[in-house]
């Protein structure tokens, strides 16, 4: 397998093809103070982090009655244990790049096409808007096998197939 390293892991990764954004990849040693929120306020799925000292207060609310209209699902991966590459794919299905995803790391899959193999044994959380529509939720498709996928500086991604991996601190 050629899985390009990350220099060395970015907490923030961005993963955007044609300018698209296909996913957020929050790192488990991401610790900007206060509030962060990663997703422009049109996304269906929002994802942000927080992070407060001892004693600061939360003020209690609740939600209020909101309609919004859901046309794709997104999906949020909390990674509790173990190992787990995600492979990319555009929505034509070609497949763009991978990254290996580790204890502590959280991912929104945001748009285009994903597949993963366990790297190691995994434990990890899902969530993801409902309700759930059953087969009509997602057209499944053949993917790449291991050997043949790439980082995003591997250089083996073609051109018009340009993956773009933007980090931040």
């Known amino acids: 397998m050629v899985l390009a390293k990350e220099k060395p892991l970015e907490?923030?990764?961005?993963?955007?093809?044609?300018?698209?954004?296909?996913?957020l990849i929050v790192r488990n040693d991401f610790r900007d103070p206060g509030i962060t929120f990663f997703t422009d306020n049109e996304l269906s799925q929002q994802m942000g982090f927080m992070r407060h000292p001892a004693g600061k207060v939360i003020e209690p609310h609740v939600h209020n009655h909101i309609s919004r209209s859901v046309n794709y699902t997104q999906e949020a991966l909390f990674i509790r244990r173990g190992k787990i590459r995600v492979d990319f794919y555009s929505d034509a299905q070609?497949?763009?790049?991978?990254?290996v995803l580790q204890s502590g790391d959280v991912i929104l899959l945001i748009s285009g096409g994903h597949g993963f193999e366990i790297?190691?044994?995994?434990?990890?959380?899902?969530?993801?808007?409902?309700?759930?529509?059953?087969?009509?939720?997602?057209?499944r498709f053949t993917g790449v096998s291991a050997d043949k996928t790439c980082g995003p500086s591997s250089g083996q991604a073609?051109?018009?197939?340009s993956v773009a991996v933007t980090a931040r601190r």
């Open 119 to 139: 790297l190691e044994e995994v434990e990890m959380i899902e969530v993801k808007q409902g309700p759930y529509a059953g087969d009509r939720d997602k057209t």
């Open 94 to 99: 070609v497949y763009l790049v991978s990254h």
């Open 158 to 161: 073609d051109a018009e197939m």
């Open 11 to 23: 907490p923030l990764v961005r993963v955007e093809h044609d300018g698209q954004m296909l996913a």
